[in-house]
């Protein structure tokens, strides 16, 4: 009997032990998963950043991007290895790893012991129990299931996290680009007002021109002057943003391409997109995961009727030295709680889980269709500006160039005219802009990247000048000017 007890309890404790330690508390299977899952949907590598050597030869490589303006996906590519949000999305997988292991980790055994002695003479009585929850052992298997499904969930709801950020750093991107732009613009039309504002204090000193004339021409350089320097702040703002994005300090030099994108070639359809975000969403797929572990819950919820069953082995030696032993089973009898309350919560939450997958699908496809109808908007009125209200300014300062070299219009209204045409390209880089922002927020809504950005030939790899001189137009009107003598 002595032995066939110690046989089951080194065969049982066995058992617990190799089921307990099959697990381990590393991540970096499943992270590369999430790599791979990442990089199918935008052709850029995430990275874990451990602090290895590995690590550090790839912040020297990082480094060495600055040397060049810096083109979208390298933007986009320094922020995923050096961003910490980034870092701390994926530490995630980390926690969910743990719980995991956790989750496939079975309770500790309990040992005890007693030692009494008689009040007469007579040995010691002393009696020893080791037990285990039976139950824990039983749901063992339903368990690791929960788990494993729940880490998948962490995984998609990892990926989509860096999705987002992704998406939000496309965004800052195209922010400063037409930052850089717009400083540019404000810049001539307060160069054109300065001119403008000279003129007038030159042709009031002649007496050629009245009070009011010269205060209206001073107060539009004042606000040409205000403009420029809202832009100024502007752009810092944008840089500092996109420099947070990136990871990146103040002091750390660096510079991107000028100049937005032109328009691409073509647009998928509605249809199309709405298809690839039903089949791509990682959030889908995630809350997807998220009911799988909820209906194995209401499962273990309702097999646990029965809150407690410890099953075990004790044995007793009594006071006149008899010893008896064999197994123990200790049953919580489920009179009073027989886990309603849990099993209710169970089905709750599991039907609470469904109504959110069927929104969150509704809310999918109504946030394509919609994003998808403000970038048609947006390239119809970028198209637009290209094709009809920037060439007709063009040419209204033509025109008014030519009355002007034959005394039929004076400068005043040529400079208006150049600065017309200037605020027209102005709204046309907003718009520009808005468009790209727009893409990039319905790349995310379908999880997948659209085709490479068509970048400006002409301004690819071309660092912007502290103080870029755009003032040829307004010299050549000042200088014909003083050929015509005033006005």
Excluded at 39 to 50: E, G, H, I, P, Y
Excluded at 302 to 324: L, M, N
Aim: aromatic share 6%.
């Amino acid at each position: 009997m002595k032995l066939t007890l110690t046989i089951f309890l080194t065969f049982f404790i066995s058992v617990i032990t190799i089921i307990s330690g099959c697990t381990s508390v590393s991540a970096k299977k499943e992270f590369k998963e999430v790599q791979q899952l990442f990089n199918s949907r935008t052709n850029l590598d995430v990275r874990w950043n451990k602090g290895s050597k590995a690590d550090a030869e790839l912040n020297k490589k990082i480094q060495s991007m600055f040397v060049k303006p810096l083109l979208i996906d390298e933007v986009v590519q320094i922020a995923l290895l050096n961003n910490p949000s980034i870092q701390a999305i994926l530490e995630g997988l980390g926690i969910a790893q743990a719980d995991l292991v956790q989750a496939g980790l079975l309770k500790n055994l309990v040992f005890e012991a007693s030692f009494r002695q008689p009040k007469e003479d007579g040995k010691t009585n002393v009696e020893y129990s080791v037990k285990q929850d039976f139950l824990d052992i039983l749901f063992y298997p339903l368990r690791q299931k929960m788990a494993k499904e729940e880490f998948e969930g962490v995984k998609f709801a990892v990926t989509d996290k860096i999705l987002k950020l992704t998406s939000e750093i496309k965004s800052a991107y195209f922010n400063l680009q037409a930052s850089q732009d717009i400083l540019t613009l404000r810049r001539s039309v307060l160069e054109a007002s300065e001119a403008a504002s000279e003129l007038a204090n030159r042709q009031k000193e002649a007496g050629n021109i009245q009070g009011i004339d010269l205060a209206n021409q001073e107060a539009a350089y004042y606000d040409a002057q205000l403009e420029y320097m809202h832009a100024q702040v502007e752009l810092k703002s944008r840089k500092q943003e996109l420099a947070r994005l990136m990871g990146l300090t103040d002091y750390q030099p660096w510079e991107i391409v000028n100049g937005l994108p032109e328009l691409p070639a073509g647009e998928l359809t509605l249809k199309e997109l709405q298809a690839k975000a039903s089949g791509n969403r990682l959030d889908l797929s995630s809350l997807q995961h998220k009911i799988e572990v909820l209906k194995r819950k209401v499962t273990l919820t309702k097999v646990g009727i029965v809150p407690s069953i410890e099953a075990g082995a004790s044995t007793e030696r009594d006071t006149d030295s008899s010893r008896v032993t064999g197994p123990r089973v200790e049953v919580e009898v489920p009179l009073f709680d027989r886990n309603q309350g849990e099993v209710a919560k169970a089905k709750a939450e599991l039907r609470q889980a469904e109504q959110q997958l069927i929104a969150l699908e509704q809310d999918i496809q109504l946030q394509v269709s919609v994003t998808y109808e403000n970038l048609i908007s947006l390239r119809k009125m970028v198209e637009y500006y290209k094709e009809k209200i920037v060439p007709t300014h063009q040419k209204a300062v033509e025109i008014t160039q030519q009355h002007y070299n034959y005394m039929l219009k004076g400068v005043y209204e040529l400079l208006q005219a150049k600065k017309d045409e200037i605020l027209a390209e102005f709204r046309s880089i907003e718009t520009l802009r808005d468009y790209w922002k727009t893409r990039a927020e319905l790349e995310y809504l379908i999880s997948e990247k659209f085709p490479t950005l068509v970048e400006n030939p002409k301004e690819m790899r071309e660092k912007i000048p502290e103080e870029k001189e755009e003032t040829q137009p307004m010299n050549e009107i000042q200088h014909q000017h003083h050929h015509h003598g005033g006005d």
